[in-house]
């Protein structure tokens, strides 16, 4: 939730206030006024904020009062005061984005087929193939392949192409690799080269 205390100058003020915030809607975050009125920003606005460090106090064609002023030069409670409606509601819009939480998806950005399988010491594993899809990079995590069905997951640790290495190789090239994968791979399995990026 974003908990908000909400001041305006008069009743049609901070009622076209409201009428503005109840159009910022997200499914993970919820604004929640606290308290509202008309009026200066008093004392009690004030020590109701203090009582929950995520209440900002939003004013509207309102100022802190005199006394109220000397308690926020010693008392860190997050007061902003609009005269623009829509400078308000742009402010509440950033605080709600940046409570939104990261998702994060997974994106296959190449795959390869196996074809030949050189040397397998513990999880470590040089194998060599031809990328069919995309591209394939070092540091990549992989889903091991086998007849259409992932059997297992790894790393790429490093990456050649014409026994040079390299960073990435693209559709079409072969390759020799060091995977780091407690499943063995085998000659004719697929891998798909997979990076976990943040959901927009």
Do not use: C, W
């Not at 904020?49 to 010693?74: C, H, Q, S, W, Y």
């Not at 902003?80 to 939104?100: H, P, S």
């Not at 470590?124 to 031809?130: F, W």
């Not at 290495?165 to 798909?192: C, L, N, P, S």
């Amino acid at each position: 939730t974003v908990p908000l205390i909400l001041k305006a100058d008069v009743t049609g003020s901070l009622d076209g206030v409201k009428y503005e915030l109840a159009k910022i809607t997200h499914d993970k975050v919820k604004l929640k006024i606290v308290s509202e009125g008309v009026g200066d920003i008093n004392e009690n606005d004030v020590k109701t904020a203090m009582g929950d460090a995520t209440i900002t106090i939003i004013g509207f064609n309102v100022t802190p009062d005199k006394k109220t002023r000397t308690i926020l030069e010693r008392t860190p409670v997050p007061v902003r005061t609009f005269k623009v409606i829509y400078d308000l509601t742009e402010f509440v819009r950033t605080i709600v984005a940046a409570k939104i939480p990261k998702e994060y998806v997974e994106e296959m950005t190449g795959s390869a087929k196996i074809l030949a399988l050189f040397s397998k010491e513990k999880d470590k594993q040089i194998i060599g193939g031809k990328v069919e899809t995309g591209t394939i990079g070092s540091g990549n995590d992989v889903r091991i392949i086998r007849r259409g069905t992932e059997i297992g997951r790894g790393k790429i640790r490093d990456l050649q192409e014409k026994k040079q290495r390299t960073r990435e190789v693209a559709e079409g090239h072969e390759f020799g690799m060091m995977v780091e994968a407690k499943m063995e791979i085998a000659t004719g399995d697929r891998i798909e080269a997979v990076q976990t990026v943040e959901k927009k």
